[in-house]
């Protein structure tokens, strides 16, 4: 899964991209609406984490310049604590939830979970496909109920098929959605990622769709 960061105090934005790399997400981040919104409208995301107040250009601003564009990508936007006409702006532009500063960021990263949940049409925190679960809470993976240690690129690459279980994922979609911007990408790894995989769950959940990609399903 792949979030971008729109944060304009650095010390936040490091923070923040520092948490969510550990809890398995691919992280980018800008330090200003202008770029915000460039990397919002060129880049594929899961979910968006936006300040509201920054230069340039404010994020009120960039939100509803991506939904006029037809982006629905999840948006948590931040705001000042009494600011609770902001919160209301935000959610008239299209905001999916709000968080005031300062904020826990256990909170943030709880509600960072349920957005990309929602959007990919999971109700529960436990993703199932066969034997193969997937706590998106703990991170934790277990087969037939025995925990499988992967590591991040693995979780990131397993993590992503089963949000989209069923359904058929390019290899290049894969790589955008598992690689951060400033990631050096090589298409061959995403093989070797399954390849991995396939070994440690022991299972054929991952099934490889000739010419199109790949999708987790029921073996």
Known sequence: MRVLVVEDTPELARQLKQRLEGEGYAVDTAGD??????????????????DLGL????????LRSWRRAGMAVPVLILTARDAWNEKVQGIDAGADDY??????????????????RRAKGHATAEIACGGVVLDTR?????????????TAFEYR???YLMHRK???????????????QDF?????TIEVFVGRLRRK?????????RGQGYRADEP
Do not use: C, W
Request: aromatic share 4%; hydrophobic share 40%.
């Open 33 to 50: 609406g202008e770029e915000g919104r460039f990397l919002g409208e060129t880049e594929p995301y899961d979910a968006v984490i936006l």
């Open 55 to 62: 230069p340039k250009v404010d994020g009120l601003t960039v």
């Open 99 to 116: 968080l005031a500063k300062p904020f826990s960021m256990e909170e943030l990263l709880a509600r960072v979970r349920a957005l990309i």
């Open 138 to 150: 703990s991170g934790r993976v277990t087969v037939d109920g025995e925990p499988v240690e992967l």
């Open 157 to 159: 690459v397993l993590s």
């Open 166 to 180: 069923g359904q058929v994922v390019s290899r290049t979609e894969l790589i955008e959605h598992v690689y951060a």
């Open 184 to 188: 050096d990408r090589d298409s061959n």
């Open 201 to 209: 769950l022991g299972t054929d959940v991952i099934k490889t769709v």
